[in-house]
């Protein structure tokens, strides 16, 4: 008995010390658990990028990542998050009289939390094979989501062709198909059509599409079908990339392949593209198969193609009528002295829907008669080019729909188009800075004129069906057909444009007669593409009258002056150009006489120095190195005294902008810096070694007008001069606190140059709210993204009391632990003015302390009127989204998500405060997406008709659209959609009834 008291003693005597000690090591080890902390964050922010980029490239493939991968990823956010929280109790106590007077209650919690959070960092880990393969195959986005065939009418005369095809699709024993028919007949167009209609049916799996050209290019075929089925290359040979795609094409139990605007054969097996012809090759998929367009029969034939060759011919006389009309318009039927004329041109359109439609586009009734049958005689005396696989009748309607462009301002913009590759998205940019290197534009004053310009001439060029939309953000599309078009007529006199393409197999400069220019010496643009300068052009290039040189994805393995007595060049472009042999020399750039250059586009290249180049360039206006590995600009930069833009986007590489170079620019209009050069120097006390100041920046507003810029740490602009000018700047603008190693998590990348005022803040509001600078862009922001910040309560209230944000459109806050409501709109002072008159857009992600987006009634019914989508994700103290009063005022919303908000109750709600004889309708009639998923205390969508006889529903007027659903799962998730045309009803036997 004594030995086991003895031994009880012993412990409740140890346990109490040993827990002392821990306590007591918390202060002892104060600062060593602090670093401690920061190391692990080190490694595991490390750790965080690596998945990151390996997330971003797979959803750059379309794929889905892993659930696991997901929740780790927002638990790290999470951790994150603490030790921010923590960092900034640990500045706060060593601000406290300087740290000399530290409050040791204080210590033991900061040390203790930075201990645990340590801990759980160890703790966090992610599975090594999960770390390399972060996401599931992509899911097939159907191709008829993301292709359009607008322009398809359903001609009686293709009928049968249509639905042979799809016969001939559906039959097990056929492999490889074959569509044929000239140039402009509509063979894409009725391909497009076909993956509609194979919508909804079970006959493929996978239905892929790839445009092989007549500068077909093995690389980019096996991109576009590896694109489609959620896969990445990251082999470079092409039998490398073969045998991959052929693995995963073998995966696919259906698969349909369609290779569009085939000129010649394509060897199926050098793609990748399982098709044998027997039994005992490797190489046979019997699911696999191929749908081939082509303006030549014979090319279908070699291909495989026996019995299943369809032939889409010329719409006939009456389908002809019935589309120009469409395409003119219902005047046309009001104007009986152009009926008969307006046959005859139809009729020289021969039944080719591309000729009808461009002619179409190109003639205006309200021209009159005269120029109408003006029109005529020159579609009947047109001399067309002999273009391989073009009827000579399209030729010339689309030759006439450019003649009738209004202006040669319009008519230039729309032959720089063809200077690009085939099928190419042509980004708006490029024109921009081509046309006012070569000062095609009159009547501008500053680049942002230009841009306007040129972006209402694509307007103009799209409306007349010569300019096609493209699915990337500031790029259009020019139909093969309309390019060949345009080369032929750049070709010629006055434009003298040589346009060649290397990527055939031939090496041959694309098709032939339509690229060639045989008198160099009175070209005034080249274009070439793909080019490996030692081969291709052996002799060189003398081309005295020169004006224009795009250089693009090409390669020179030694200096050679390929390009000869080049005096007055004033565009050049090296796109996607390896430079380390341009840069051995210094005559290394082709630029003629240096004082005729204005645009300089070095862009997507590995540069050196290039100071030497810079130098001489006194009459330069445009300088872009966007996206290109520099280190630093040289200083000769400086003296480019007519500079009006510098475009150094996404140069993340770029560490030193020595002092001096910025503000020596007095004529700067756009300056583009987003994700690139952060070490600002300090405003005051610089000298010749300093780094460039944002005081620099700021003594530029005289011109500015454009300013695309990230900003490590605001207190860089605390005693930054911002000169407020009557015409403010149009911004994008990023300010961000945190720890050194978490830089390049903060990412707000620029989608194109027509962003509209954009501003993104993170960290202490307070802070921000004493700059005068950051007021000034609170003020004038169009995009407003809060991330990570603190100190800010009432959204509204605090940023822009006076104001009510009457400029914003787009707001995301995401993981504040603060804020509590968007705006209260009982304590709204200014009763007369509406807030948020023009928002359109609201996201809120991990808010935290979220309760409701507005609560309160609405001072004014111009608050929040044009809100047209709202998503909320992860804020547990949420428990409604709306007011009553604020869902009335929601006559715009389109859109309504919430998901993963565990407390939500009701989705609007009736609060105390509101008028109790105001109305009780409430009425969403453009809502077509709602999605409410894991609200587990979710017990309607307002549940005001249980509490007042008063509430009123509106249900859809009209029977004949779909109403809105509602799904019970297992997982709580509430998805709907409804008719643009319909008035939402939640009625008690849809949405409002409880889970």
């Not at 929280?85 to 000399?100: F, H």
């Not at 009459?619 to 600009?633: G, M």
Request: charged share 30%; proline share 3%; with cysteine.
């Amino acid at each position: 008995m004594e030995e086991i008291g003895t031994s009880i003693a012993s412990k409740l005597v140890e346990e109490p010390v040993a827990l002392i000690g821990r306590q007591l090591s918390y202060l002892a080890y104060y600062d060593c658990n602090i670093e401690s902390l920061k190391d692990a964050l080190k490694k595991l922010d490390d750790k965080k990028n690596d998945v990151e980029r390996s997330v971003d490239a797979a959803k750059r493939n379309g794929a889905t990542i892993k659930d696991q991968v997901q929740s780790w990823l927002e638990d790290v956010s999470k951790i994150f998050h603490e030790a921010e929280e923590l960092e900034n109790k640990v500045n706060g106590q060593r601000r406290c009289l300087y740290g000399l007077c530290p409050s040791l209650k204080s210590r033991y919690s900061l040390s203790r939390k930075a201990k645990k959070i340590a801990q759980r960092v160890l703790e966090l880990k992610l599975d090594e094979g999960l770390s390399n393969n972060v996401a599931n195959p992509a899911p097939l986005q159907q191709l008829g989501l993301i292709i359009s065939s607008e322009g398809f009418k359903g001609f009686e005369s293709r009928k049968d062709v249509m639905n042979d095809v799809l016969s001939a699709l559906r039959n097990e024993k056929t492999r490889i198909i074959g569509i044929c028919g000239m140039g402009g007949v509509g063979k894409t167009t009725m391909v497009r059509e076909i993956i509609k209609r194979l919508e909804g049916t079970s006959l493929f799996d996978d239905v892929v599409m790839a445009t092989v050209s007549a500068t077909a290019n093995i690389r980019t075929i096996q991109t576009d079908i590896a694109d489609s089925l959620g896969m990445k290359f990251f082999e470079e040979s092409e039998s490398r990339r073969a045998l991959r795609l052929h693995e995963r094409i073998m995966q696919s139990k259906r698969i349909l392949i369609i290779l569009d605007d085939v000129w010649s054969e394509v060897k199926l097996q050098d793609v990748g593209i399982p098709f044998g012809v027997g039994p005992t090759t490797n190489q046979v998929h019997e699911g696999c198969k191929i749908l081939l367009t082509s303006r030549n029969e014979e090319v279908c034939k070699v291909m495989g193609c026996k019995d299943d060759i369809f032939k889409v011919q010329t719409v006939n006389k009456e389908e002809a009528w019935e589309l120009f009309r469409a395409t003119v318009g219902e005047s046309l039927d009001n104007n009986p002295d152009l009926s008969h004329v307006a046959k005859l041109i139809v009729d020289e359109c021969k039944g080719l829907p591309i000729a009808i439609i461009t002619v179409g586009k190109a003639l205006l009734p309200s021209n009159g008669k005269h120029e109408w049958n003006t029109a005529l005689q020159e579609l009947k005396n047109s001399l067309p080019e002999n273009i391989p696989g073009m009827e000579p009748e399209v030729y010339s309607c689309i030759k006439l729909s450019y003649d009738k462009l209004d202006s040669d301002e319009v008519k230039s913009c729309f032959l720089l188009c063809c200077l690009f590759p085939e099928d190419y998205d042509v980004p708006i940019e490029y024109l921009v800075r081509y046309g006012l290197g070569r000062a095609t534009f009159r009547n501008t004053n500053t680049v942002e004129d230009v841009r306007n310009k040129v972006h209402s001439f694509i307007g103009q060029l799209k409306r007349r069906y010569l300019l096609l939309d493209s699915l990337k953000e500031e790029c259009i599309k020019m139909h093969d057909i309309v390019r060949d078009v345009a080369i032929s007529i750049a070709s010629k006199d006055p434009h003298r444009f040589m346009v060649r393409s290397f990527d055939a197999e031939d090496g041959g400069g694309g098709r032939p007669g339509v690229q060639k220019v045989t008198n160099q010496e009175h070209c005034r643009a080249i274009s070439l593409i793909d080019v490996k300068l030692d081969e291709n052009i052996t002799g060189g290039l003398e081309c005295p009258k020169l004006e224009l040189l795009q250089l693009k994805h090409s390669y020179c393995s030694k200096y050679s002056n390929h390009f000869q007595r080049i005096k007055e060049l004033k565009v050049l472009a090296f796109l996607e150009v390896k430079m380390s042999s341009y840069l051995a020399s210094k005559r290394s750039l082709p630029l003629g006489e240096p004082k005729y250059l204005h645009t300089l586009c070095l862009e997507d290249c590995k540069l050196g120095d290039i100071s030497y180049v810079i130098r001489e360039l006194e009459n330069l206006e445009i300088l872009s190195f966007a996206r290109s590995q520099i280190n630093k600009l040289p200083i000769e930069i400086g003296l480019l005294h007519r500079l009006r833009m510098l475009d150094a986007t996404d140069c993340e590489e770029l560490g030193e902008i020595p002092h001096g170079v910025l503000s020596n620019l007095r004529r700067l209009e756009e300056l583009y810096m987003a994700d690139s050069f952060l070490n600002w120097g300090p405003t005051t006390g610089s000298n010749e070694k300093s780094m460039a100041s944002l005081d620099e920046v700021m003594s530029l507003s005289d011109h500015l007008n454009v300013l695309a810029i990230k900003i490590p740490d605001v207190q860089m602009l605390r005693n930054a001069k911002f000169l407020l000018k009557s015409q403010p700047i149009r911004f994008h603008v990023s300010i961000n606190i945190s720890w050194s190693y978490k830089k390049n998590s903060f990412k707000n990348r620029i989608r194109g140059y027509l962003f509209e005022n954009s501003l993104m803040l993170r960290g202490d509001v307070k802070e921000y709210l004493e700059i005068g600078a950051v007021r000034y862009f609170l003020k004038q922001s169009e995009d407003l993204s809060l991330q990570h910040t603190y100190n800010l309560k009432y959204v509204i209230e605090e940023l822009d009391d006076q104001g009510g944000f009457q400029r914003l459109k787009v707001l995301s806050i995401m993981y504040d632990n603060n804020i509590e409501y968007l705006m209260n709109g009982t304590d709204w002072t200014r009763r007369d003015q509406p807030a948020f008159p023009i928002l359109k857009s609201a996201t809120f992600e991990y808010v935290d302390k979220l309760k409701v987006v507005c609560c309160g009634e609405l001072p004014n019914k111009h608050s929040f009127m044009n809100l047209r989508s709202i998503a909320i994700d992860s804020c547990d103290e949420l428990k409604y989204v709306f007011s009553l009063s604020v869902a009335q005022n929601l006559v715009q919303l389109q859109s309504l998500k919430v998901e993963n908000c565990a407390k939500v109750e009701e989705i609007v709600s009736k609060e105390r405060m509101e008028d109790d004889d105001a109305s009780h309708m409430i009425t969403f009639p453009r809502l077509t997406i709602l999605e409410l998923s894991n609200l587990l205390k979710l017990c309607g969508f307002y549940m005001g008709i249980q509490r007042d006889s008063a509430y009123e529903i509106i249900k859809p007027n009209d029977e004949s659209v779909n109403k809105m659903k509602e799904t019970r799962r297992n997982d709580n998730r509430v998805a709907g959609s409804t008719s643009s045309k319909s008035k939402v009803a939640q009625a008690e036997s849809e949405i409002s009834m409880p889970l």
